[in-house]
């Protein structure tokens, strides 16, 4: 871990010397070793008598409880648990938390931990991009990691939660500005990771037609709902060259015929057909 360049974070082991990073002001020693060694045989959870064996909440494992409150069978269980991501989101959100982290920031700009030598570059299995992976167990981009159907599947679960549902509608009461700034990140995201396009690109592209879609020239409607209220950027599906902006009726038509232009004249004649009898009488 680099060291502060004040030295505010840095320290020097009372026992071995060692310059070292604290977690915490107080902190004296650079390691539990260190601590283990200054004081022999002092420390560590004593069982609470008495207690019987309980479920783990988490992960369903019987196990012998330390303590009376105790409801998880490992430390790896309770950083599961709903307190104890709470209690992280507040300590992460704390002044001396965030005095550190950006401490950490300037030091090391780059940020991160070195890779480990010796791995040889793999394909990314979202993109199929190569990369040159900093553990072996890194299986995609740093980009493409949120992007893995673990990773959705997991995010789909913690949005589910009632707490989390809670929190986000009171953000939505206590901050009127979110939602706009919201759905400015979304829409920035969805340009550049579906067409590779940033908003400025799409607004010249928006201005060279005229605020109207290529096929039928018609503006999308302003007051329609989401999608319908806005020009989508159309693309080759073969190619996955860019092609112009269509409303959303456009836009879907193509994606219902499949791009075929053999099925769209055949549509076209089949409609001029139909109405060339009407107009006969027949």
Known sequence: ???????????????????????????????????????????????????????????????????????????????????????????????????????????NPEGGKSHTAGLAERACEVCGGMFQPYRTTQLTHRECYNRRADRRAAQREYNARPERQARKNEQRRTDPGQVARIREYNRRMNLKSHYGLTVEEYDRMFEAQGGVCAVCGKPADPDGVRSASRLHVDHDHETGRLRELLCIKCNRGLGYFADDPALLRAMAAYIERHRALVAAGE
């Open 1 to 107: 871990m680099p060291l502060s360049r004040d030295g505010r974070w840095s320290a020097q082991c009372t026992l071995c010397g060692a310059t070292f990073q604290r977690r915490r002001k107080t902190q004296e020693f650079c390691s539990q070793k260190c601590s283990n060694k200054a004081f022999p045989g002092v420390g560590g959870a004593k069982p609470t008598p008495g207690l019987a064996e309980q479920v783990c909440e988490i992960c369903g494992t019987k196990f012998q409880p330390y303590r009376a409150g105790q409801v998880t069978c490992s430390v790896v269980c309770h950083r599961q648990t709903d307190a104890a991501r709470e209690s992280q989101r507040r300590g992460d959100n704390r002044p001396e938390r965030r005095e550190r982290q950006n401490e950490l920031r300037r030091v």
